[in-house]
Nanobody, 127 residues
Framework: QVQLVDSGGGLVQAGGSLRLPCAAS????????LGWFLQVPGKGREFVGV????????YIAESMRDRFAVSRDNDENTMYLEMNSLQPEDTAVYYC????????????????????WGQGTQVIVSS
């Protein structure tokens, strides 16, 4: 089992930045990819980005690529989502996820590609 705790959400003005950490514990040796998803009310979880086990490879959804970045600190078993130039449409609950699929697997872009999830952290961007 892997436990994920995501945090760092809150209220931010448009144009601001947030950094969301996701702390992993447990059987992390089984994790090959860590991802971020967002969810707004009434919709399914939307892919934001993914990072490989080593942290050497990342992929961000095209619509967010110029503003968001994913990184990880392997010593601390923590992954981060750096969000810049936030806009009201970025308002959502953000979830981190971990899974055993390799980074190169296309299914890391889908919620079904992950085995473990954080509890979610709410981000609200005011105009």
């Amino acid at each position: 089992q892997v436990q994920l705790v995501d945090s760092g959400g809150g209220l931010v003005q448009a144009g601001g930045s947030l950094r969301l950490p996701c702390a992993a514990s447990g059987r992390t040796c089984s994790v090959r990819a860590l991802g971020w998803f967002l969810q707004v009310p009434g919709k399914g979880r939307e892919f934001v980005g993914v990072i490989s086990r080593s942290g050497g490879s990342t992929y961000i959804a095209e619509s967010m690529r110029d503003r968001f970045a994913v990184s990880r600190d392997n010593d601390e078993n923590t992954m981060y989502l750096e969000m810049n130039s936030l806009q009201p449409e970025d308002t959502a609950v953000y979830y981190c996820a971990a899974g055993s699929l390799p980074f190169q697997d296309r299914n890391v872009g889908l919620p079904s590609g992950y085995d473990y999830w954080g509890q979610g952290t709410q981000v609200i961007v005011s105009s």
